[in-house]
C-alpha cells in the first residue's frame, strides 16, 4: 500500500476538526483516524458521518445490478414508469435512466429547494412527489447533449428504482448493495454514535435530511464500509465497466458515467451538504484493485481531500 501522511499529522497542520481514511489494495484493507468526533469523543474509522453524494455511486450501482437482471430497462423511457404524471409531464419524453444517473438529462431545476423536499413528508409517497415535480419542470438541454449536476437527477432515479424493485427506494438499496457489500454500518437515519460535523470550530446539529431528498445525498456511512462498498465493485469486473464509460459529451468540463466521475484510470467522487459540517470522498482505481475513502467532519475538509485524490472536480 501507498505510503500516506498520518491521519493525526493531517489534523495538526490543517486544524480540521477531524477525520477517517481507509484504504484498499487487492483485498488487504487498513484504516486510521484522528480528531474529535464530538461530545468528548475521540474518532475511530468505525464511527459513522454523513457521506451526502458518495450516496450517489451507491444509487448507480443499485440501478446497474437491476438493469442487469432486466436488460434494456436503462435506456427505456422514465416517463414510462409514471403513466399517473402524463397530464403534467412537461421534460423529454425519451429521458432515460443512464441519463438520469450521469447528470446528461438536460435538467437543471433549482427551484426544490429543502423546504420544498421537507414539506413532501416523511412517508413513502415522498419521493414520488419530489419525482413529480422534477417531471414538470422545464428542459434546459436535449437528453445527452451537455453534463449539468443536478439533485433532481437522482429523486427521478430513485423513483425509478423502487418501482423497478417493487418495494421502496430505501428496502431497495439495502437489498441491492448495503447487504450484499457487507455495509452493516450504513442506513439513511442518523444512526447511534454518530460523529458531529464541525464548521469554524463549532459543532453543527445533527442534519436529518428529508426523504424526498436520500436517493442525492441521504446516506451515513463510515470508512471501512465505503472500503467493503469499493471492494464490492472491484470484484464485479462488469458491474464496473458498466459504471466508468463516461456518457457526458466530450466537451464537459467533466466526465461522469454512472455515478462516478471519471478521470483516466481513476473513478471518484466527492461529498458534501452544505451546512452539515462534513465533506467525502471516495476514490477507485480499478486497474490497480484500489480505494481509498476519506471522511472529515468540517466543512474544510474539501481540500484535505483534494489533496488525498490529486484531483478537485467542482461537482
Known amino acids: ?171 431497495v438499496i439495502e437489498r441491492m448493495v448495503l447487504r450484499p457489500a457487507g455495509m452493516i454500518s450504513t442506513g439513511f437515519t442518523v444512526p447511534a454514535g454518530a460523529v458531529h460535523g464541525h464548521s469554524d470550530g463549532v459543532d453543527v446539529p445533527h442534519p436529518e435530511l428529508s426523504r424526498a431528498r436520500r436517493p442525492a445525498a441521504g446516506l451515513w456511512s463510515t470508512v471501512e464500509d465505503l472500503i467493503r462498498f469499493a471492494e464490492f465493485l472491484l470484484a464485479d469486473a462488469e458491474l464496473v465497466a458498466s459504471m466508468r464509460t463516461p456518457l457526458s459529451p466530450a466537451t464537459s468540463v467533466v466526465q461522469y458515467g454512472l455515478g462516478w466521475v471519471i478521470y483516466g484510470e481513476t473513478m471518484l467522487h466527492h461529498g458534501a451538504t452544505p451546512g452539515s459540517g462534513f465533506r467525502s470522498g471516495l476514490q477507485l482505481i480499478p486497474a490497480e484493485r484500489r480505494a481509498l475513502a476519506v471522511l472529515v467532519n468540517d466543512e474544510r475538509g474539501g481540500e484535505v481531500i483534494d489533496d488525498l485524490f490529486g484531483y478537485e472536480y467542482g461537482a
Open 1 to 171: 500500500m501507498r505510503d500516506r501522511e498520518d491521519p493525526s499529522d493531517i489534523v495538526a497542520r490543517t486544524g480540521i476538526a477531524g477525520l477517517a481514511m481507509g484504504e484498499s489494495f487487492d483485498g488487504r484493507r487498513r484504516a486510521a483516524a484522528a480528531g474529535v468526533a464530538g461530545d468528548a469523543r475521540m474518532i475511530t474509522s468505525a464511527m459513522p458521518m454523513q457521506v451526502a453524494s458518495l450516496t450517489k455511486p451507491v444509487v448507480a450501482a443499485a440501478a446497474a445490478l437491476l438493469c442487469r437482471a432486466e436488460p434494456g430497462v436503462d435506456v427505456r423511457p422514465v416517463a414510462d414508469f409514471f403513466p399517473e404524471f402524463d397530464g403534467c409531464w412537461n421534460i423529454a419524453r425519451n429521458l432515460t435512466l443512464r441519463d438520469l444517473l450521469s447528470h446528461t438529462s438536460g435538467l437543471l431545476e433549482e427551484s426544490l429547494t429543502r423546504p420544498v423536499l421537507a414539506a413532501m413528508g416523511d412517508g413513502d409517497h415522498a419521493l414520488d412527489l419530489a419525482a413529480r415535480e422534477v417531471v414538470t419542470k422545464r428542459q434546459v438541454h436535449p437528453p445527452g447533449t451537455a453534463w449539468n449536476y443536478y439533485n433532481g437527477n437522482y429523486y427521478l432515479a430513485g423513483a425509478v428504482l423502487a418501482r423497478l424493485g417493487g418495494g421502496t427506494f430505501e428496502s
